[in-house]
């Protein structure tokens, strides 16, 4: 057994970003969005001449075949990503979505609100202590469906991202995130609701929406066929530059992106991070109003990975207005001025990462990990620890408590699990993470 | 969108220009072989083709086959199977799906591409002819067929890689071949004139399902005199019922390949 100390560390991460208060007006905006695979669509999507789906099994679990096929690849070693079988029929609403936010009593009454789909899902492990938050999201129920058949992969999104902004979904695979990427940058065709990026609605004007997005996906879409300056340079032409503008560009972003003694190498010749910089910088060649990033992270090295947050900082500072993806917390929190944590395509709160780590009332997050039944020893710490925390989630073989003061409980915490016949292998004392926030959310971390 | 169309096709001229020394072998192994073996070999030989034993008759046929063959297979090679690897495992055709274009012109444009390839394709058949066969060969141009029919015929086969690139599951490759290259090639009236088919009637109608034939038969009737073809209302009229049909089919499979 021992006993760490985290929150020095926690302390280190301070966040570089800027608050909020520079932004400036709205640039994209999604109005009651949903994707629902597979089934029949609930209304169908506008403007789009494409069918919804081909000839398929309605029954069959989404993942893979449903995603945008030749798009959502993932990165070697990667989670299959992000389709979703959320078990709110089309009528539930999430309650959270809104942009002021995450605060207790609009996710607490969300489970009750999105009626009986999903009543029987019992969060498992979800004691709660006085303040327990209620919501009956559903842990691991799995393949939930919508009552018509279909799985919901993004259900009733409202989300409002502001210029010079760096937004970030934060949820685990499956949240419905890449979807939701992937119906801003028109690759995936809403089942229903509203998506605009500066303005232009993007399931009508697909090709005038193309114009201000720039796109970098979980894949490697980088054109094998190309070097790494004509990957640059043709990207340019796509876009209307003439050959004498795109060159030039090429070179400066090849200089910007450390990339300038790789000009003319095989794309295929680059390293992980060197091919994700050449992404970054394609995206954002023709000067997109939004940079949209899915997982950008996701696959990289720890130090590419710093290299690329650094590279997304620099964007961010010469204005640069981006939505990004993530199921690392981590990323969220250095990287994300403002956050929306999704599960089962619904947000559940939304809010600058400090705020939403605020909502937990609490100032530091006990865990106890444990062999035996986490769940009886939740009840138990929720019953003896009393007001001293605001929250007691078994999750995973751990139960992890939120309390106001570390000082005092945590002795108490650990003889009540020597009291529970439990055999303590590990216990934590932690700074509350955005994870917390999560797992107080959904019952469940992020990892699964 | 114009600019982008074009800049879309200048990546692929550049890639072709790059890739030229194969893509030139590519392109020339096959009529090369068709014609060595068949206009060389087989009457050096004294092997009986082509029925009678006017082997110059059944070399002048065989290169209108050809070109028709040559042309549809650069709608399968440039476009169907770079189309099933781009979106089977690379991806990348992605950056292009997100060219400020509407979906359809991204697909019009692979159509276009492969229809340059057909016909450059098809140009390298004249040198072979020229050089190779043991026999003489024949050739009576008509220009206006030729200049019409020969960027219909491209089109139609680059809508046919479209389709074919789109609607075969990247991991059934070989499919291709066994169920639509070979019965393409073998029933597509590259050997003899459609019209001898009439000693086996059944046979006959059904290998007009097969777009090949028209364009054998266009090329004969572009290319020949003295040899009989289909007549040229027919041809059109099915070159571009072909292409179209194709087109449609290839632009739901592209569709549904890039958008969800």
């Known amino acids: 057994m021992a006993i760490t100390n985290r929150a020095e560390r926690a302390e280190e991460n301070k966040r570089p970003i800027a608050p909020t208060d520079h932004l400036g007006d709205e640039v994209v905006r999604a109005e009651a969005l949903t994707k629902v695979f597979g089934g029949p669509a609930t209304s169908p999507a506008r403007g789009s001449g494409s069918p919804a789906r081909g000839p398929g099994s309605p029954s069959k679990p989404i993942r893979g075949r449903d995603e945008p096929e030749g798009m959502a690849g993932n990165k070697p070693g990667d989670e299959p990503d992000d389709t979703v079988a959320s078990p709110a029929s089309g009528g539930s609403r999430a309650g959270g979505a809104r942009s002021d936010g995450a605060h207790d009593d609009r996710t607490r009454g969300d489970g009750a609100r999105s009626g009986g789909a999903r009543g029987d899902s019992g969060a498992s492990g979800d004691v709660g202590s006085g303040a327990a938050r209620g919501n009956g999201t559903s842990a691991g129920a799995g393949a939930g469906r919508a009552a018509h058949g279909g799985l919901v ?104 992106f450390h990339l300038a003694d790789r000009a003319h190498a095989p794309v295929i010749s680059l390293s992980g991070g060197m091919a994700q910089r050449l992404m970054v910088a394609r995206a954002i060649f023709h000067r997109p109003e939004v940079l949209f990033l899915d997982e950008p992270t996701a696959g990289l090295d720890p130090q590419s990975r710093l290299a690329l947050w650094d590279l997304v900082r620099e964007l961010h500072a010469g204005g640069q207005t981006v939505l990004l993806t993530t199921h690392y917390m981590e990323e969220a929190d250095q990287l994300c001025e403002r956050l929306a944590i999704m599960d089962h395509g619904r947000i559940l709160a939304l809010d600058t990462p400090a705020e939403l780590k605020r909502t937990l009332g609490a100032s530091s997050e006990i865990r106890l990990e444990i062999t035996g039944d986490a769940g009886a020893l939740a009840a138990l710490l929720a019953e003896e620890l009393g007001d001293a925390t605001t929250g007691v989630k078994a999750v995973d073989g751990a139960v992890r408590c939120f309390v106001r003061q570390a000082g005092g409980v945590v002795g108490p915490a650990v003889a009540a699990a020597e009291r529970a016949g439990v055999t303590l292998t590990n216990v934590l004392v932690t700074e509350p993470t955005l994870e917390s926030v999560f797992i107080s959310l959904t019952g469940r971390d992020l990892r699964e | 969108m114009t600019s982008t169309f074009f800049a879309l096709l200048a990546r692929d001229v550049r890639v072709l220009r790059s890739n030229a020394v194969t893509f030139v072998i590519r392109v020339i192994m096959q009529p090369l072989l068709l014609v060595f ?224």
């Open chain 1, 153 to 256: 992969a993004v259900d009733h999104l409202d989300l409002s991202v502001r210029r010079g902004e760096i937004f970030g979904l934060l949820g685990p695979n499956g949240a419905g995130k890449s979807t939701t990427i992937g119906i801003f940058t028109t690759r995936v065709i809403p089942t229903d609701g509203r998506a605009t990026v500066a303005g232009i609605d993007v399931v009508r004007h697909p090709a005038r929406a193309k114009r201000v997005i720039g796109v970098v996906s979980q894949a490697n879409t980088l054109d094998r066929s190309l070097d790494v300056r004509d990957n640059l340079y043709y990207h340019g032409r796509y876009f209307g530059m003439s050959r004498r503008e795109s060159t030039q560009r090429a070179g400066e972003l090849l200089e910007q």
């Open chain 2, 37 to 260: 073996v068949f206009t060389y070999v087989f009457p050096k030989i004294g092997q009986a083709v082509g029925g009678s034993a006017d082997a110059g008759a059944f070399s002048t046929i065989l290169i209108a086959g050809v070109v028709a063959l040559s042309i549809i297979f650069q709608g399968i090679q440039g476009v169907a199977l770079n189309l099933v690897q781009e979106f089977g495992y690379t991806k990348e055709i992605e950056d292009r799906v997100l060219a400020p274009l509407p979906i359809w012109a991204v697909a019009a444009e692979k159509v276009v591409a492969a229809a340059i390839q057909g016909i450059i394709a098809a140009a390298v058949v004249f040198p072979v002819a020229a050089f190779v066969p043991a026999t003489p060969v024949h050739l009576a141009v008509d220009w206006p067929v030729l200049v019409t029919l020969a960027p219909l015929a491209a089109l139609m086969s680059g809508a046919l890689g479209l389709a074919i690139g789109t609607l075969i599951p990247p991991q059934q490759v070989a499919l291709i071949f066994a169920i639509i290259v070979l019965p393409l090639t073998f029933l597509g009236a590259i050997y003899y004139p459609w019209q001898s088919l009439h000693t086996i009637p059944w046979l006959q109608y059904l290998v007009l399902v097969n777009p090949l034939v028209y364009l054998s038969e266009g090329f004969r009737a572009a290319l020949t005199s003295g040899v009989a073809h289909m007549r040229l209302l027919y041809i059109y009229l099915a070159v571009v019922g072909f292409g179209a049909l194709l087109w449609a089919v290839g632009l739901w499979g592209f569709r549904r390949r890039v958008l969800t």
